[in-house]
């Protein structure tokens, strides 16, 4: 993908009382991808109310007052699409992807579920119990586990820290109408973003939209603060697991940051593929683990940064002695000029692999209008990935990983 290519058609819409509509139209396309962006997510609930964004993913699906949910769940299955849900901690997506002609149909049904869902008290219940059944199968995964824990170590008492499932004694207690409620306060224009990809008329999509999403207007966004407290100390869980899963972490920098893209290459170099340091020494030289990985996950205000693994409980100490020896020489000494252009390359390659999916690139549009405020072109994006320098890159990773890890370790003893 070279710098100059012509990018593919992006156009979007404020509508005055409804979504922000943005669209790609890619003619090659069999299909249409619709989302909606809600820009509210579990760390925006209060602490008694927390999963109520996750409950509203499953109870949006039970049902309207035009549609039951065996009647939305056949139009999709009759199109041989998809439709489904994703909550995290800053926003909320539904979408639905099908084939090309069906573009009118997906936008109804999203308007139609998101605007005017039934909320039965009947409906609550019976998700209550699938949600608490979710809530068991997290908690037998000690990856899962592990992750949850590092979470509320990095940020403790805030909502960033919080599980976005919510607990059981919360979930237990959240009501129909608190619920509703949730609903109506943040489920407006202001927070929605509608983003389709495929063989899109914008034109079109916007009327259908904006007739759609009829009703929706007003409301406000939510304010949010930056998480205060410093990084408590390490976290142990002891289980009868076979293996002993460790996660480390270290706050990082918002997604705002400039300098967040340096350090999302940096990461990959750490940890993030076949090629990654991480990889090599735990996995290819040393076989300690089936897997080992780096991420990042950038907020609005706060960042963390994460490494996990897994191993049998006697090579527990060997593992964590080997990832902390490898993240302390990235710290201290970077990485090399020959790592930043595979990591950089890599990059551009999965930008460019990711065009080939309908779906694909409508959360590329979700993400980048409901995050960002604006879809950066695809030329942007080569420019800037390209314009990053090796001391940029190993400026933010010894800046970031510079503090002690917080650790988290869910397993049997050694």
């Not at 997906?106 to 949600?131: S, W, Y």
């Not at 270290?250 to 300098?259: G, L």
């Not at 080569?382 to 990053?388: Q, Y």
């Amino acid at each position: 993908m070279e710098a100059g290519q012509p990018a593919p058609v992006v156009r979007t819409t404020h509508l005055d009382d409804g979504p922000t509509v943005v669209s790609e139209c890619w003619a090659g396309a069999h299909s249409v991808a619709v989302g909606v962006w809600v820009g509210v997510g579990s760390r925006d609930e209060p602490a008694a109310g927390a999963g109520a964004s996750h409950f509203l993913e499953h109870l949006l699906f039970k049902g309207t007052e035009r549609r039951s949910a065996r009647a939305i769940a056949e139009l999709v299955d009759g199109t041989g699409g998809e439709m489904n849900a994703a909550t995290g901690k800053e926003f909320t997506a539904f979408y639905a992807r099908l084939p090309a002609q069906d573009q009118d149909l997906a936008v109804d049904l999203l308007g139609d579920v998101l605007c005017d869902p039934a909320l039965r008290a009947a409906d609550v219940e019976t998700e209550r119990r699938v949600i608490l059944e979710e809530l068991h199968l997290q908690e037998d995964d000690p990856g899962d586990v592990g992750a949850s824990l590092l979470d509320e170590a990095l940020f403790p008492g805030h909502a960033l820290g919080r599980e976005v499932l919510g607990t059981r004694d919360t979930v237990e207690k959240l009501d129909r109408d608190e619920i509703a409620a949730f609903h109506d306060r943040w489920y407006r224009s202001p927070n929605l973003v509608l983003a389709a990809a495929g063989v899109v008329d914008h034109d079109r999509l916007v009327e259908s939209v904006a007739a759609a999403f009829e009703g929706r207007g007003g409301g406000e966004v939510p304010e949010r603060s930056a998480p205060e407290a410093l990084p408590c100390g390490d976290r142990e869980l002891r289980r009868p697991t076979e293996s002993v899963h460790v996660a480390w972490g270290w706050r990082s920098i918002h997604r705002h940051d400039p300098r967040r893209r340096a350090l999302a290459l940096g990461v990959y170099v750490l940890g993030g593929g076949l090629s990654s340091r991480l990889f090599q020494s735990v996995r290819e030289d040393r076989g300690l683990a089936y897997n080992v990985f780096a991420g990042t996950h950038l907020y609005n205000d706060a960042g963390a940064l994460s490494v996990h693994a897994a191993t049998e409980p006697d090579r527990a100490d060997e593992l964590r002695q080997v990832v902390e020896a490898e993240v302390a020489a990235v710290a201290e000494h970077g990485i090399t000029a020959d790592e930043l252009e595979i990591a950089r390359r890599g990059f551009e390659g999965a930008r460019l692999l990711g065009l080939e999916d309908s779906g694909s690139r409508m959360f590329r549009l979700g993400n980048g209008q409901s995050l960002y405020g604006r879809v950066e072109s695809l030329d942007e994006f080569v420019v800037s990935l390209r314009a990053i320098r090796l001391d940029e890159v190993n400026a933010v990773l010894a800046e970031v990983l510079a503090s002690v890890a917080t650790v988290a370790v869910v397993g049997p003893a050694a």
